[in-house]
């Protein structure tokens, strides 16, 4: 079984401040983790995956993620947020071989503020 | 490259109804997924086909079907619409599955 819960249904921050994330998951198997972004009326683009290889994954507009396997966690960062990261993300678990189903968390809306 | 194309991108339909929507994956792509997002329940897996074949199934009931021809191009049919079935439905396309999945725009499908 797998689960996702990502901790904050929405996160406010000001143009140029950091902006963070949180992801937890569950999985009985080595997880695959991916962050997806959803811009308004339109599907959704990959930002980053991390699939058992290093634990900080750098992804694409300056986003990157840590998995801490001891705090089942996978939260997303960014050192900087531009008024064009206002977006819905998601964080998506699945398992690694055997069977793919993903389990999406509820996503986290990304208010950013001029 | 071109990207994941579903068609069509905006459908209404009346209850009872039946639907079939279209995806078309990544060239080269052989396995395409499925997903319904509605504001009360987010994201969820619907199946996934790969080679032609269902290698996944989500927990939705048997009104949602599914096929992919030898070319790779998938449609999901659903039976007997329901005013719940209203949702954005995307496809996503991937190389092998299990691993990152591109998304088309989505059909979006209001029952009425």
């Known amino acids: 079984a797998q689960s996702v819960t990502q901790l904050d249904s929405h996160v406010s921050v000001s143009e140029g401040t950091p902006v963070l994330l949180r992801c937890n998951y569950s999985?009985?198997?080595?997880?695959?983790l991916f962050w997806y972004v959803q811009h308004p009326n339109k599907g959704l683009q990959l930002l980053l995956k991390y699939t058992s290889a290093a634990t900080l994954v750098k992804g694409i507009n300056g986003f990157e993620a840590e998995f801490k396997k001891s705090e089942t966690s996978f939260h997303l960062t960014k050192p900087s947020a531009h008024m064009s990261d206002a977006a819905e993300y998601f964080c998506?678990?699945?398992?690694?071989?055997?069977?793919?189903?993903?389990?999406f968390g509820r996503g986290t809306s990304l208010i950013v503020h001029p | 490259k071109a990207g994941v194309t579903q068609t069509p991108r905006y459908l209404i339909k009346t209850r009872g109804q039946q639907v079939t929507l279209s995806c078309s994956p990544i060239s080269g792509h052989r396995s395409v997924s499925w997903y319904q997002q509605t504001p009360g329940q987010g994201l969820q897996f619907l199946f996934e086909y790969f080679s032609e074949t269902q290698r996944n199934k989500g927990n939705f009931p048997g009104r949602f079907s599914g096929r992919q021809f030898s070319n790779s191009r998938s449609e999901m049919n659903v039976s007997t619409l329901e005013l719940g079935d209203s949702a954005l439905y995307l496809c996503?396309?991937?190389?092998?599955?299990?691993?990152?999945?591109?998304f088309g725009q989505g059909t979006r499908l209001t029952v009425v």
């Open positions: 999985s009985s198997y080595s997880p695959s």
């Open positions: 998506v678990v699945s398992t690694t071989g055997g069977s793919y189903i993903p389990t």
């Open positions: 996503a396309s991937s190389p092998h599955g299990n691993t990152e999945a591109f």
